[in-house]
Each structure stands twice: as C-alpha cells, then as structure tokens.
C-alpha cells in the first residue's frame, strides 16, 4: 500500500515528521487563519528532529506551492471547460476560486513535500530521540 508508514506519501498525507513519521509536523489542522495555516512545530514531539533546517528553510516550498498551484490550475480548466463545457470566463473563474479555497492546503501540502525531500525515513528515530 502506498500509505503505509515508512513512506513519503504517508508522512505528507498524514502531516507526521519525516523521520519517524510518529509527531505532528503542523501545530494546528487546516485553517483559513492566515497567521496558522503553515505554523509548525520547532522540534518533532517524537523524534526532536529541528524541522526549520537552516535559517529560511521553506522558501523553497515556494517552487513546490507553484507546481501544485499550475496543476491545479490545469486541472480545473480542462475539467470545467472540456467535461463541463462551460466558457472561457467561467472557467478561469472556476479556476480562481479553486485557487482561493485550496491556498491553505497547497501551503501545508508544498511544506510538508519540501522537507521530505530532504529528510528520510529511520524507523528507530523515535527511540533514539536525538
């Protein structure tokens, strides 16, 4: 199963930490509260991985939340002008509304996927707690 824990997809699905997928990488579950939406945790309750790595660590979840954000975009306009069949305005504005009702989950979704680019997976971290 690709959920399983040990993988990369559970630890981004579930919100866990990447190392030993046991503690919670955000500190509040999906909220429209812009000062919360991507507020983390400094260390993992379980493992105490630092989840900040260096100074300025997400900004690269920019490029992430890009990508997620242009298939989105994709996505939304094939489905509502193709199968849906409705016009070149409405299917942009169906595209910006899926934008606007998404932005707290394409936040949380481009962090989480950054750092499990860079953190893997020890199933005995959270024994060992650093």
């Known amino acids: 199963m690709m959920f399983k824990k040990g993988t990369k997809l559970y630890s981004i699905v579930n919100g866990k930490c990447p190392k030993c997928h046991e503690g919670k990488f955000f500190k509040?579950?999906?909220?429209?509260n812009p000062s919360k939406i991507t507020t983390i945790?400094?260390?993992?309750?379980e493992c105490n991985l630092k989840y900040m790595l260096e100074p300025s660590f997400f900004y690269g979840a920019m490029y992430i939340?890009?990508?997620?954000?242009v298939a989105i975009s994709i996505a939304v306009f094939?489905?509502?002008?193709?199968?849906i069949g409705l016009n070149?305005?409405?299917s942009f504005l169906s595209v910006l509304g899926a934008l606007i009702v998404l932005a707290p989950l394409n936040l949380r979704m481009a962090r989480i996927i950054w750092?499990?680019?860079f953190v893997g997976y020890d199933k005995d971290a959270a024994t060992k707690k650093n």
């Open 28 to 32: 509040y579950g999906v909220t429209f």
């Open 41 to 45: 945790h400094t260390h993992c309750s």
């Open 65 to 69: 939340n890009y990508g997620i954000t």
């Open 78 to 83: 094939i489905i509502t002008k193709l199968f």
């Open 115 to 117: 750092i499990n680019m």
């Open 88 to 90: 070149l305005l409405e």
